[in-house]
């Protein structure tokens, strides 16, 4: 057992510990010491809780030290204050670092709003308080052409003006992050209506941004989409939250940019749906689902074959079918349309080789190529090796594009287009009428088959403004030397209407539907 008491030895209070004395203003500088440590390692913990309680313990510390002076009047504890006070400034810097490093891992650099670490912090807390509001997640479509148009200096100006206008509209009812390249995400608190919120905002951001780059003045303007979900409606964890914003943005940029999706459970078996799709496209070359049919296009005049459209097909092993209106979007989304594109060209060209060879009149055997294949810059050298390695001429082979290619990448398009056409291939421009061709461009390409849309073909019995409009798209092909078809025509009484217009050929139901190649080589003379 060890002794612990007190004595006066010599005048000075010491502390018997065993048969050991210690002094004991000695000994409360220690403790002292090993209080002020300890306080200045806590501060280390956490850059708010910490800091705080060691402010705590070393304000009472010198309290205590002080009283002891005062009382004991004696100035033999003041280096115990002074130790105390710089403990004190030492936990202030400590805290001060700490801080400062919080906030710039919550930071994002370009913005100087929240990254995503903080961005979700606030959500979490939200969500774990029981809070209910709204997630938008934002994305800047053409975010990538305005770094390369105008360089990465430019581009995160960009971002912080769209993260300021979306503050500004903001306010104190949300808070802004930037959570990805051109991806922002706003929490919203639930006073505020988010749809009506965010389609005001979509057009305060589609505003000019001025900019000026070594004298030079730029205008610039974003384009971009919206997706909203809200808690703890469609989800009570952040990651399930963000999916489902994601899944309403998805969903908003097939409707075209700068256009906003509230997200609902359908989307989501959309989603699951499309993805199922995508995993049956990727099998289907291995697994043989994928056939083409092909369906005959005549002349109005007198019957006469000109050619086939070739039209994919997918059918499954259990017999379901899966229509092209189904799986070419899906595919369209990503680079899974390459493959078909080129699956189609080689397939095609390979199967009517033969025939194509030794028919005594010309046949034409069109593709659908996809817009976003048609602007590929290495397109004309597929087609070129195709047309090789199947022994397949370039004049009986047409491509058949929309008004879409030109969306984007317009130069390359145009670029593939004259090349294809300096080769002998013959361009159809697709589904003409349905969206916005603009005519000037219309008349500035060179393609050689205008194709009408069925949707106008519908109407051709339905009053003479309807087939005023076909005729004056007839004519307008001929006079920039195109020829003109009018697709899905599918009874006699339109046939007849269409004699008496300004177009060349017929493609419909009428006289002829999609047939196997077998079928569609014993039309060919
Ligand atoms: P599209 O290029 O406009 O093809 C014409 C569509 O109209 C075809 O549908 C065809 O079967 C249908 N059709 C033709 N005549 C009539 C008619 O008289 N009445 C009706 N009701 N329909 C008619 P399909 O084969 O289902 O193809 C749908 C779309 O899928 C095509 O529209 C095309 O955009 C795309 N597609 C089809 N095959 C391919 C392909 O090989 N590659 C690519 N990229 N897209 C393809
Ligand atoms: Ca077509
Ligand atoms: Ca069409």
Same mark, same amino acid.
């Given at each position: 057992?060890?002794?612990?008491?007190?004595?006066?030895?010599?005048?000075?209070?010491?502390?018997?510990?065993?048969?050991?004395?210690?002094?004991?203003?000695?000994?409360?500088?220690?403790?002292?010491?090993?209080?002020?440590?300890?306080?200045?390692?806590?501060?280390?913990?956490? &850059?708010?809780?910490?800091?705080?309680?060691?402010?705590?313990?070393?304000?009472?510390?010198?309290?205590?030290?002080?009283?002891?002076?005062?009382?004991?009047?004696?100035?033999?504890? %003041?280096?115990?204050?002074?130790?105390?006070?710089?403990?004190?400034?030492?936990?202030?810097?400590?805290?001060?670092?700490?801080?400062?490093?919080?906030?710039?891992?919550?930071?994002?650099?370009?913005?100087?709003?929240?990254?995503?670490?903080?961005?979700? !912090?606030?959500?979490?807390?939200?969500?774990?308080?029981?809070?209910?509001?709204?997630?938008?997640?934002?994305?800047?479509?053409?975010?990538?052409?305005?770094?390369?148009?105008?360089?990465?200096?430019?581009?995160?100006?960009?971002?912080?003006?769209?993260?300021?206008?979306?503050?500004?509209?903001?306010?104190?009812?949300?808070? /802004?992050?930037?959570?990805?390249?051109?991806?922002?995400?706003?929490?919203?608190?639930?006073?505020?209506?988010?749809?009506?919120?965010?389609?005001?905002?979509?057009?305060? %951001?589609?505003?000019?941004?001025?900019?000026?780059? !070594?004298?030079?003045?730029?205008?610039?303007?974003?384009?971009?989409?919206?997706?909203?979900?809200?808690?703890?409606?469609?989800?009570?964890?952040?990651?399930?939250?963000?999916?489902?914003?994601? /899944?309403?943005?998805?969903?908003?940029?097939?409707?075209?940019?700068?256009?906003?999706?509230?997200?609902?459970?359908?989307?989501?078996?959309?989603?699951?749906?499309?993805?199922?799709?995508?995993?049956?496209?990727?099998?289907?070359?291995? #697994?043989?689902?994928?056939?083409?049919?092909y369906q005959p296009q005549y002349?109005?005049?007198?019957k006469?074959l000109?050619?086939f459209?070739?039209?994919?097909?997918?059918?499954?092993?259990?017999?379901?079918?899966?229509?092209?209106?189904?799986?070419?979007?899906?595919?369209?989304?990503?680079?899974?349309?390459?493959?078909?594109? #080129?699956?189609?060209?080689?397939?095609?060209?390979?199967?009517?080789?033969?025939?194509?060879?030794?028919?005594? #009149?010309?046949?034409?055997?069109?593709?659908?190529?996809?817009?976003?294949?048609?602007?590929?810059? #290495?397109?004309?050298?597929?087609?070129?090796? &195709?047309?090789?390695?199947?022994?397949?001429?370039?004049?009986?082979?047409?491509?058949?594009?929309?008004?879409?290619?030109?969306?984007?990448?317009?130069?390359?398009?145009?670029?593939?287009?004259?090349? %294809?056409?300096?080769?002998?291939?013959?361009?159809?421009?697709?589904?003409?009428?349905?969206?916005?061709?603009?005519?000037?461009?219309?008349?500035?390409?060179?393609?050689?088959?205008?194709?009408?849309?069925?949707?106008?073909?519908?109407?051709?019995?339905?009053?003479? /403004?309807?087939?005023?409009?076909?005729?004056?798209?007839?004519?307008?092909?001929?006079?920039?030397?195109?020829?003109?078809?009018?697709?899905?025509v599918?009874?006699?009484?339109?046939? !007849?209407?269409?004699?008496?217009?300004?177009?060349?050929?017929i493609q419909g139901y009428v006289w002829g539907k999609p047939m196997?190649?077998?079928n569609a080589?014993?039309l060919?003379?």
């Amino acid at each position: 057992m060890i002794f612990i008491g007190m004595q006066n030895r010599g005048g000075a209070d010491m502390v018997q510990i065993g048969r050991g004395f210690i002094p004991l203003n000695s000994l409360q500088g220690t403790i002292q010491t090993f209080t002020f440590m300890l306080c200045i390692l806590m501060s280390c913990i956490e &850059c708010y809780i910490g800091p705080r309680i060691s402010y705590f313990l070393v304000g009472f510390m010198i309290m205590s030290t002080s009283m002891r002076m005062i009382m004991g009047k004696t100035m033999a504890p %003041l280096p115990g204050v002074l130790n105390g006070l710089l403990t004190v400034v030492a936990i202030a810097l400590i805290g001060h670092l700490l801080r400062s490093a919080k906030k710039k891992s919550i930071t994002d650099y370009a913005t100087g709003k929240l990254n995503t670490v903080g961005f979700l !912090e606030i959500l979490n807390k939200k969500i774990k308080d029981k809070k209910s509001g709204s997630l938008v997640y934002y994305q800047v479509n053409n975010f990538r052409s305005i770094n390369d148009d105008y360089g990465h200096d430019i581009g995160d100006r960009v971002l912080r003006i769209v993260s300021e206008r979306m503050a500004g509209m903001v306010g104190k009812d949300g808070i /802004v992050g930037r959570i990805g390249g051109s991806e922002f995400a706003i929490l919203l608190n639930d006073k505020i209506d988010a749809t009506e919120l965010v389609s005001r905002m979509l057009k305060v %951001l589609n505003e000019k941004m001025v900019f000026d780059k !070594e004298g030079i003045h730029l205008d610039c303007y974003i384009e971009g989409n919206a997706g909203i979900a809200h808690f703890p409606k469609d989800a009570k964890d952040s990651n399930i939250l963000f999916k489902c914003a994601d /899944v309403a943005l998805m969903t908003s940029l097939k409707n075209g940019s700068n256009t906003i999706a509230v997200f609902d459970e359908k989307m989501l078996s959309k989603m699951n749906s499309d993805k199922e799709v995508e995993q049956l496209i990727k099998r289907a070359y291995d #697994e043989k689902y994928f056939y083409l049919e092909y369906q005959p296009q005549y002349s109005v005049s007198d019957k006469r074959l000109r050619g086939f459209e070739s039209l994919i097909r997918m059918k499954l092993p259990d017999g379901r079918r899966i229509s092209p209106a189904e799986f070419i979007p899906v595919a369209e989304k990503s680079n899974l349309i390459f493959s078909i594109d #080129e699956y189609v060209l080689d397939f095609v060209t390979k199967e009517f080789s033969k025939v194509v060879e030794e028919a005594k #009149e010309k046949v034409t055997i069109s593709v659908n190529i996809s817009a976003n294949g048609i602007s590929r810059p #290495e397109f004309v050298s597929i087609v070129e090796n &195709c047309l090789k390695k199947n022994n397949f001429k370039a004049e009986n082979l047409e491509v058949e594009i929309t008004e879409y290619s030109f969306d984007d990448s317009q130069e390359q398009t145009i670029k593939n287009i004259n090349k %294809l056409k300096e080769m002998g291939v013959q361009v159809a421009l697709d589904d003409f009428g349905t969206g916005y061709a603009s005519l000037g461009r219309l008349m500035n390409l060179s393609v050689d088959l205008l194709k009408i849309d069925k949707s106008l073909v519908d109407n051709i019995e339905k009053g003479e /403004v309807n087939r005023d409009f076909i005729n004056s798209i007839g004519s307008l092909g001929h006079l920039i030397d195109c020829k003109v078809i009018l697709e899905g025509v599918e009874t006699d009484s339109q046939v !007849e209407y269409i004699k008496e217009l300004d177009c060349d050929y017929i493609q419909g139901y009428v006289w002829g539907k999609p047939m196997s190649f077998e079928n569609a080589a014993e039309l060919i003379v």
